[in-house]
């Protein structure tokens, strides 16, 4: 079955630094998201890609968060200068259509910034 | 303001023992309502999706249902399998999703 490959699994970064989180969609696959979780809390939306370009974001993407399509498969959230209360497992997930019709997530990255 | 509330938090079943999970929400237009399964450490996991009221889904031993303002997802005689936390979410207006905060099954054997 086709999955959202989500690369690494587990990253620590010191506080300041960028990171970025990788993500390979399901091929045939358009719309592309971004969610977290902190730990014990609700998995809450970040952004959505289409055609390239942003279709919405929420009040937790601010400036330091962006997101890029570089080639045909990878799909990239860019956080610029991590700080503690980033660290959550951030989870990417794509559509074939719009997201009405149902997400697959991948596993996830857990971000750890120290 | 849209929102998903999910009880209970928190659900210990013996195995065998149906029960049911709750999944309210308020959103300015119901465009679908989603059930997830999310094990420690994993992505949510998709299980079904409700359009309309009175439309019910079913997979092995889940079935779930829709009202004008809840969904349930039944549990008829679980197995320790089954343990993992059931999020429910709803897309508003947009293509975003609003999830709730999960109820956590653990089932024992």
């Known amino acids: 079955e086709p999955e959202v490959t989500q690369t690494p699994s587990h990253q620590v970064t010191q506080m300041g630094q960028e990171v970025i989180l990788r993500c390979v969609p399901i091929?045939?696959?358009?719309?592309f998201y971004w969610y977290r979780q902190i730990l014990g809390q609700k998995v809450e939306f970040l952004v959505s890609f289409y055609n390239n370009e942003i279709s919405e974001k929420s009040e937790i993407f601010d400036d330091q968060f962006s997101v890029e399509r570089p080639d045909g498969s990878n799909f990239t959230l860019k956080i610029r200068s991590t700080k503690l209360e980033d660290s959550a497992m951030y989870f990417c997930?794509?559509?074939?259509?719009?997201?009405?019709?149902?997400?697959?997530f991948g596993s996830g990255t857990r971000l750890t910034v120290v | 303001e849209d929102q998903v509330t999910q009880s209970p938090e928190a659900l210990r079943l013996q195995e065998g023992e149906s029960s049911s999970l709750n999944c309210s929400y308020t959103v300015s237009g119901l465009r679908g309502l989603f059930w997830y399964r999310q094990d420690p450490g994993k992505g949510p996991e998709f299980l079904f999706t409700?359009?309309?009221a009175g439309e019910e889904k079913e997979k092995e031993r889940l079935k779930a249902t829709l009202t004008k303002k809840e969904s349930f997802l039944h549990i008829t005689a679980p197995k320790p399998e089954d343990s993992a936390t059931y999020l429910c979410a709803v897309p508003p207006n947009t293509d975003k999703l609003i999830f709730g905060t999960g109820t956590r099954l653990q089932v024992f054997p």
């Open positions: 091929s045939n696959h358009l719309y």
């Open positions: 997930a794509s559509s074939e259509g719009q997201g009405i019709h149902g997400y697959t």
């Open positions: 409700l359009y309309s």
